[in-house]
């Protein structure tokens, strides 16, 4: 069964200072991993995915992940943080490959301080 | 451009009154999902059809159901709405083969 943990329900970062959202995941086979994005009352966007190959993926808005196997994680960074950043992302995986049953972490609500 | 839309984007309904949420997509995606997301939670999956096929989670209430009557519309229907059932309903697609789904934006559900 897959499973997905994110550390940190709520992560507070000054504009400008690095972002870091800690994501780790358990699946009985090569898993494809996601980073969603949502806005207050709004659906989720797709902020990057990893499938195969390269394992740091760059995605959408300046966020990129790296995929870890040995860790077993999928870290979520971004080196300079903005105010338009502050949302919930959730990581996700996925064991089937046609993506058609997403786990999904429980979130982690990212504040960005003046 | 393509995409999943959701209508309407707030809903208030009665308790006990039954309530239907749309869902129509452009992407000509053969998946489709309901998921049910509650305040500071993530997404949990009601239900989805693999085209036509109708897939239900197992624990899902009976009190959900859904249709599909063509590839590009899917509802939503909650036949006795509870106090419990407020939350925001997600509507996502995805294609065989790809990876990942697109959301629509959501429909937040109020009963009162």
């Known amino acids: 069964a897959q499973s997905v943990t994110q550390l940190g329900s709520h992560v507070s970062v000054s504009e400008g200072a690095l972002v870091l959202l800690r994501c780790n995941y358990s699946?009985?086979?090569?898993?494809?991993l996601f980073w969603y994005v949502q806005y207050p009352n709004q659906g989720l966007q797709l902020l990057l995915k990893y499938t195969t190959g390269a394992t740091l993926v760059k995605g959408i808005n300046g966020f990129e992940a790296e995929f870890k196997k040995s860790e077993t994680s999928f870290h979520l960074t971004k080196p300079s943080a903005h105010m338009s950043d502050a949302a919930e992302y959730f990581c996700?995986?996925?064991?089937?490959?046609?993506?058609?049953?997403?786990?999904f972490g429980s979130g982690t609500q990212l504040t960005v301080l003046p | 451009d393509a995409m999943v839309i959701q209508n309407p984007r707030y809903q208030v309904t009665q308790f006990g009154k039954p309530v239907t949420l749309s869902c129509s997509q452009t992407l000509n995606h053969n998946v489709m999902y309901w998921y049910q997301q509650k305040s500071s939670q993530a997404p949990k999956l009601l239900f989805h059809y693999y085209d036509k096929d109708f897939n239900n989670e197992a624990d899902t209430p009976d009190n959900f159901q859904s249709r599909r009557p063509n590839t590009s519309f899917c509802f939503l229907d909650i036949r006795s709405p509870g106090l419990g059932d407020a939350a925001m309903y997600l509507c996502a697609t995805s294609l065989t083969g790809g990876y990942g789904y697109t959301f629509g934006s959501g429909t937040r559900l109020t009963v009162v």
């Open positions: 996700a995986v996925s064991e089937d490959g046609s993506a058609r049953q997403l786990t």
């Open positions: 699946s009985s086979v090569p898993p494809y």
